[in-house]
T-cell receptor
Framework: GQQLNQSPQSMFIQEGEDVSMNCTSS?????WLWYKQDPGEGPVLLIA?????ELTSNGRLTAQFGITRKDSFLNISASIPSDVGIYFC????????FGTGTSLTVIP | GAVVSQHPSWVICKSGTSVKIECRSL??????MFWYRQFPKQSLMLMAT?????????EQGVEKDKFLINHASLTLSTLTVTSAHPEDSSFYIC???????????FGAGTRLSVL
């Protein structure tokens, strides 16, 4: 099925730095979701977005539903080692579509 | 809330045998359950979508006779890999869909190794 364009593909950052990643699509969505997957585990839901322009936070994480409804952004502030993992976006319009993932490595 | 239990978490089997993976929504009713396959360092690849009480809808290229899906109740779906071969070795993940919230909640995944 269709996959969303997610960037960057991987990130290596110092502990304490902020992180930004985004997801884009050629189609509009009525829902955007952000998940985190640890090695050997299933994805865990971080944030769900339902309205264009919506900005939602979950602790140090903030995600936004793009105005065009074709993109979404996830920011992580003051990264810590346990933020390490793969982050996936997902959009829904009828079906669910998943991003290609962003692998985050945090260097202590 | 919204917990999905998947087991086994890891299974090793001999080539030619069948393996069953269970997916249960513990605290919600999943009208739709999804089964994914994931290769190392890659995204989720949807295999099939199942609705309670009806036949699963398989994605193109997924053999329905090889990957049998049963969704007998609103809280249980099973995936049976029949006559498994080494190329079926992979990480399989299920999820339960909450229609009203447009959200999928994932199980912890099953690592299948076929010898």
């Amino acid at each position: 099925g269709q996959q969303l364009n997610q960037s960057p593909q991987s990130m290596f950052i110092q502990e304490g730095e902020d992180v930004s990643m985004n997801c884009t699509s050629s189609s509009i969505f009525n829902t955007w979701l952000w998940y985190k997957q640890d090695p050997g585990e299933g994805p865990v839901l971080l944030i769900a977005l339902y309205k264009a322009g919506e900005l939602t936070s979950n602790g140090r994480l903030t995600a936004q539903f793009g105005i065009t409804r074709k993109d979404s952004f996830l920011n992580i502030s003051a990264s810590i080692p346990s933020d390490v993992g793969i982050y996936f976006c997902a959009g829904r319009q009828g079906q669910f579509y998943f991003g290609t993932g962003t692998s985050l490595t945090v260097i202590p | 809330g919204a917990v999905v239990s998947q087991h086994p978490s890891w299974v090793i089997c001999k080539s030619g045998t069948s393996v069953k993976i269970e997916c249960r929504s513990l605290d919600f009713q999943a009208t739709t359950m999804f089964w994914y396959r994931q290769f190392p360092k890659q995204s989720l690849m949807l295999m099939a979508t199942s609705n309670e009480g009806s036949k699963a809808t398989y994605e193109q290229g997924v053999e329905k006779d090889k990957f049998l899906i049963n969704h007998a109740s609103l809280t249980l779906s099973t995936l049976t890999v029949t006559s498994a071969h080494p190329e079926d070795s992979s990480f399989y993940i299920c999820s339960g869909g909450v229609q009203a919230k447009n959200i999928q909640y994932f199980g912890a995944g099953t690592r299948l190794s076929v010898l």
